[in-house]
């Protein structure tokens, strides 16, 4: 995790520096270097063209890369249901050792083994519970690869806005230049209409991968979430719930006692048996 935050920092500053550069760093070309009739602009001269908008679609698309690359990993089969796992915990089922089983999924954490945990924990407990409970565990396992996917639509809508807006400043400055100068400023009515073209098309261009993006790995994900549930149903099928009726495994500490009002009543005192009040005690 320390990783991919440092990654994230590095990438967001060497972006942010050179977009600031480049918005800041224009000035009008003097007349004598006006490039010639013909002259193709190179990637690097079409972004500065883009003006101060290509700033924040750069930190955009440093984001939009890094979400696209994490949620390859989070949805990743082997990190969401490793085949190691998988087949140390269907043969410890094999022995019957459940308590092996539990210390083994609380030891080495994944979502399989955490839904796995959770299962195993509440056997003691029946069927339903354990099975709604490890539902609500693969719910939010679920929930959590899901919840830096749903980031990806979010740029896909926020980029085109930026553009948009690039886009309008674009139009501001052309039409103060052709107000200013008429049409005797065509290096200058260009020059705003390019920024038009380019910031709008730069916040296309970081839109339509992040949608592409956020629909395969919420389908990845999916296929991954229904992998953990044919796993967890084929350990439990025909569990022996009436045998472990009222075990308690795993080390969770049990908080639920019984009500004072009850345990007097089971108390086996005198007192409590003849119904009298028990004897007030000196402090």
Known sequence: ????????????????????????????????????????????????????????LGLCSVLTLYLIGDGVMRTSRKRVAPAAHEQTVKALFRQGDYVGAYNYCKENPSPLTNVLRVGISLLGDGKQISEEAMLGELAKENSAMQTKISYLSVMGVCT?????????????????????AGIGDPSGLSAAIGEVLVAT????????????????????SMGAVHH????????????PYESLAGVHLGDEELY?????????????????QSG???????V
Request: aromatic share 8%; with cysteine; hydrophobic share 50%.
């Open 160 to 180: 085109p806005m930026i553009g948009l807006v690039g886009t309008v400043t674009g139009m501001i400055k052309a039409f103060a230049t052709l107000g200013a």
């Open 276 to 282: 009298a009040a028990p004897a007030e005690h000196p």
């Open 256 to 272: 639920a006692a019984i009500p004072n009002w009850m345990a007097h009543t089971h108390d086996p005192s005198p007192d409590a």
């Open 1 to 56: 995790m320390k990783l991919k935050i440092v990654y994230l920092a590095v990438l967001s500053l060497v972006t942010c520096g050179l977009f600031v550069s480049v918005a800041t760093g224009q000035a009008p070309a003097p007349a004598e270097a006006a490039p010639a009739v013909g002259h193709s602009k190179t990637l690097w001269e079409q972004i500065e063209e883009g003006g101060w908008v290509m700033v924040p």
């Open 201 to 220: 098309a730069s916040g296309l261009i970081v839109a339509i991968p992040a949608f592409g993006a956020f629909y395969f790995l919420r389908n990845r």
């Open 228 to 239: 953990v549930q044919d796993v967890v149903n084929g350990l439990f099928r025909k569990m």
